[in-house]
């Protein structure tokens, strides 16, 4: 199937012209063919431009969801096209599973950028075009989404390491990319389960932005336009919450003295770019809010905690801190690797325990006689100036969050006797007048 350049020859000419610098240099293009129009017309495209331009190396790659009854015709209906244009492509089969409160949809996308993601080009290239891009923000805004959301799709974008994405077509409506594909005689593929209007984006497609057109027939390249400058907004957003970021950033996590001084807003901004550093999912916006004003308002000797999928919020003392979801429980007990003084790393308990000299602490000969380490049970005591106290009394006066005691060692002597809380307190009964103090750092990731 030779492709023509005597029909619309302008889409070519404008795929060309306004070719991103950022690709220069770059020859392997892959190509996400669903079989639909769009990406139809999007090889097509591609496929000129690599006339125009022998050294480009085009590939595609189908995504087979399974999920409808037509999922083989498709794949064999892709495959026929790109023998026709002299396009090697690739099939690749996915499972899609849909977590909890997942949609099967948002499941269906995740397994396809996945596919994408191990693609062995530089550059794979994406159909959207402006019709989505008006619909996409639309439907962030009905979904009360932020100005990133409302931004929508990027033109241009890291996929992976070493790896683009790019979306050429975002400013060429959906009517061209058909009339296009029309002139040159290519057939498609329709989804049937773009008839269900139980998807949103559907029910835009298909019953309310068709009215929108009657009055309003630019809405499209209005709606283009405002996700530009919430791109621009966003942006400037995060070049701010990053510099606040790097500001209140300590060993430990966020200076809260710092965050605090922040404007409201920016704490916010400044709290989702550590969150995205850290690669864990945005909190809900009241969530957020709740946290920020608990942090900002709680007692020293509380910690408010803010529970996210992949692990904790919480204020420890001066800082706001972020806690992974532990893996595992500590272990029973550990012997006491004693080198005069060096920090003995322990990865299964998720840190490592410092020792530092002060004028009253452990004596050494103690910490060599079989020293060790064990978890908290319940119940346990510590030699006080004056009687004895209860752990987890100490833990509350110091502050110490119930997301961290359970992970948190006792020092125990050879006989049983508890020696210390590491960073909290050691026993009277065992102390001198000096010796050393034990400090458990816990790590965070």
């Known amino acids: 199937m030779a492709v023509s350049r005597k029909t619309q020859p302008e889409l070519?000419?404008?795929?060309?012209?306004?070719?991103?610098?950022?690709?220069?240099?770059?020859?392997a293009f892959e190509v996400g063919l669903?079989?639909?129009?769009?990406?139809?017309?999007?090889?097509?495209?591609?496929?000129?431009?690599?006339?125009?331009?022998?050294?480009?190396m085009l590939s595609a790659v189908h995504v087979h969801h399974g999920l409808s009854l037509n999922a083989d015709a498709w794949a064999e209906h892709c495959q026929a096209l790109c023998d026709a244009l002299g396009v090697p492509l690739r099939v690749e089969k996915v499972q899609v599973r849909a977590a909890g409160g997942e949609s099967v949809e948002a499941a269906a996308r995740e397994a396809r950028y996945a596919v994408y993601r191990r693609s062995a080009?530089?550059?794979?290239?994406?159909?959207?075009?402006?019709?989505?891009?008006?619909?996409?923000?639309?439907?962030?805004?009905?979904?009360?989404?932020?100005?990133?959301?409302?931004?929508?799709?990027?033109?241009?974008?890291?996929?992976?390491?070493?790896?683009?994405?790019?979306?050429?077509?975002?400013?060429?409506?959906?009517?061209?990319?058909?009339?296009?594909?029309?002139?040159?005689?290519?057939?498609?593929?329709?989804?049937?389960?773009?008839?269900?209007?139980?998807?949103?984006?559907?029910?835009?497609?298909?019953?309310?932005?068709p009215r929108l057109e009657q009055d309003l027939p630019h809405y499209r390249s209005h709606l283009a336009r405002a996700a530009m400058l919430q791109a621009d907004a966003a942006a400037i957003l995060?070049?701010?919450?990053?510099?606040?970021?790097?500001a209140c950033q300590t060993g430990n996590g966020l200076d809260c003295a710092k965050l605090l001084a922040l404007s409201a807003p920016r704490r916010r901004q400044m709290l989702l770019a550590w969150l995205d550093d850290l690669g864990w999912p945005a909190p809900e916006p009241g969530a957020l809010l709740e946290?920020?004003?608990?942090?900002?308002?709680?007692?020293?000797?509380?910690?408010?905690?803010?529970?996210?999928?992949?692990?904790?919020?919480?204020?420890?003392?001066?800082t706001l801190q972020a806690w992974p979801k532990a893996q595992a429980e500590p272990p029973a007990a550990t012997v006491l690797l004693w080198r005069e003084g060096d920090a003995q790393p322990l990865p299964d308990w998720g840190g490592e325990l410092a020792w530092e000299w002060r004028d009253r602490g452990l004596p050494a000969v103690v910490l060599k006689n079989g020293a060790s380490l064990a978890p908290r049970r319940g119940g346990e005591k510590l030699s006080a100036r004056v009687g004895r106290r209860e752990v987890k009394?100490?833990?509350?006066?110091?502050?110490v969050p119930p997301l961290l005691r359970r992970r948190w060692p006792l020092l125990y002597g050879a006989d049983g006797e508890l020696l210390a809380v590491p960073g909290i307190a050691v026993s009277h009964r065992a102390a001198t007048e000096a010796g050393w103090w034990p400090v458990w750092l816990p790590a965070r990731s």
């Open 393 to 399: 009394d100490l833990f509350r006066e110091a502050g």
């Open 291 to 318: 946290f920020l004003r608990q942090a900002e308002y709680a007692d020293l000797g509380t910690s408010p905690l803010l529970e996210l999928s992949q692990g904790c919020l919480l204020r420890f003392a001066d």
């Open 121 to 209: 080009a530089s550059v794979v290239a994406l159909a959207h075009h402006q019709d989505d891009q008006a619909e996409t923000v639309l439907l962030q805004l009905l979904r009360g989404g932020s100005v990133r959301a409302l931004a929508a799709m990027p033109a241009l974008r890291e996929l992976a390491p070493g790896k683009l994405l790019w979306r050429p077509l975002l400013e060429t409506p959906r009517a061209r990319l058909e009339a296009y594909v029309r002139e040159r005689g290519l057939s498609w593929v329709d989804d049937e389960s773009n008839l269900d209007t139980r998807y949103r984006r559907n029910l835009l497609r298909r019953e309310i932005l």
């Open 34 to 56: 669903s079989g639909g129009l769009d990406s139809v017309a999007l090889l097509s495209l591609l496929c000129e431009a690599r006339e125009r331009r022998p050294e480009l």
């Open 238 to 246: 995060d070049e701010v919450a990053r510099q606040d970021l790097r």
């Open 12 to 27: 070519a000419d404008s795929l060309i012209k306004h070719w991103p610098d950022e690709l220069s240099g770059l020859f």
